[in-house]
């Protein structure tokens, strides 16, 4: 190589590493997979608190932040465009085995799901349970539509493709990104209905943040996720998921719920009970006519922090109690347990691996 030359590559590379500026065709490929929200939501004008939700394309959404650019090899694919309050398992199906395919093809490194907060921490657990990848998978979203005055979804969109491009994210299952927080899919859930900063991890807290584009990360989740998971989209994609449902307990709660799903043959019952997974008398007695009747249950709570584990007041139903499950996550795990497992014991061991 000529001297000139080659004191020019050398130049380049040195320039680049003291820029932290990548050559474009050495940045990591990120596809940006958009499926609704109020991150693709638009209001009447800045201040106006109602808005239509799930309206801009995910072209778009990129388009609103340039800096995506500096950091990654960026591609669009526009899933659907809903609000996440309107999230359907069949979404869940075509939304995972996009992502497998990208994955499974080398078609990209990372992958950012831009998704409506309502329901982003359920399809977050379901892609965590169902991905047979080690990349990253980042959720994000939005709490204020794009063109609301102080929107976070641009800010969120950048934090989140930093993520899925820095190789200290793989391996730690499906993360979500919202307001510079890291949150591992299994942990977090939405504790405001409108603040920016919306989202916890009750029992865990946050696995990290996200600082100038660099992630920090305080610990790891526990490692029952995609890769050490017992499911994957490849199984699912010819079945129906089983029927599970969620019922609330509170004081003198009524049967009614629990005896029209019997009557309706579900095959789950996730009941968020009172303080440690406890019920009103009535539910009591439809919970125990319906594992008479062959219903899986699984008894969880109500209650934000703790969790139910061993030591439950009376554990007549079932063995089955949800860990540190969310009622609206132990239903997910119960779904996809009723896909392989047919005793309570072995959807009891399973559930243990989240206490
Ligand atoms: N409609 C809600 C949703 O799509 C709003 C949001 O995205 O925050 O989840």
Known sequence: ??????????????????????????????????????IAGISSSPTEASYDPARLSVEVLMEQVPALNDVAQINGFQL??????HMTTAIWIRLASVID???????????VVTHGT???EETAFFLDLVL????????????????????????????????AADSAAHGRGVMAVMNDYIFAAAEFTKTHTV???????????????????????????????????????????????????????YAGASSIP?????????????????????????????????VRCGVFVVRGSRVLRGGVTFGVESLSD?????????????????????TRYNTVEQVGELFGRYR
Not at 133 to 162: E, K, W, Y
């Open 1 to 38: 190589m000529k001297k000139s030359l080659k004191k020019y590559v050398l130049t380049t590379i040195l320039l680049c590493s003291v820029l932290q500026i990548l050559p474009a065709e050495n940045r990591p490929r990120i596809t940006i997979i958009a499926t609704g929200g109020t």
């Open 101 to 111: 395919s990208l994955f499974s093809n080398g078609q990209c490194d990372g992958i």
């Open 318 to 338: 079932s063995q089955i109690v949800s860990g540190f499950l969310s009622p609206q996550k132990a239903r997910i795990l119960l779904m996809l347990a009723l």
């Open 80 to 85: 659907c465009n809903v609000a996440s309050q």
């Open 258 to 290: 629990v005896e029209a799903l019997i009557e309706n043959g579900v095959e789950g019952i996730v009941v968020a009970g009172v303080g440690h997974g406890n019920y009103s008398l009535d539910i009591e007695k439809s919970i125990d006519r319906a």
């Open 132 to 163: 047979p990848h080690q990349n990253p998978v980042i959720l994000t979203g939005a709490m204020r539509p794009s063109n609301g005055l102080g929107a976070d979804g641009p800010a969120n969109l950048f934090n989140a493709v930093c993520l």
């Open 195 to 249: 603040n920016p900063q919306a989202f916890e991890s009750p029992d865990h807290g946050p696995i990290g943040v996200i600082r100038g584009g660099k992630p920090v990360f305080f610990r790891s989740p526990r490692p029952v996720h995609t890769v050490h998971s017992r499911f994957s989209i490849r199984q699912l994609q010819q079945i129906v998921l089983p029927r599970v449902e969620v019922v609330l307990s």
């Open 118 to 120: 309502d329901t982003m």
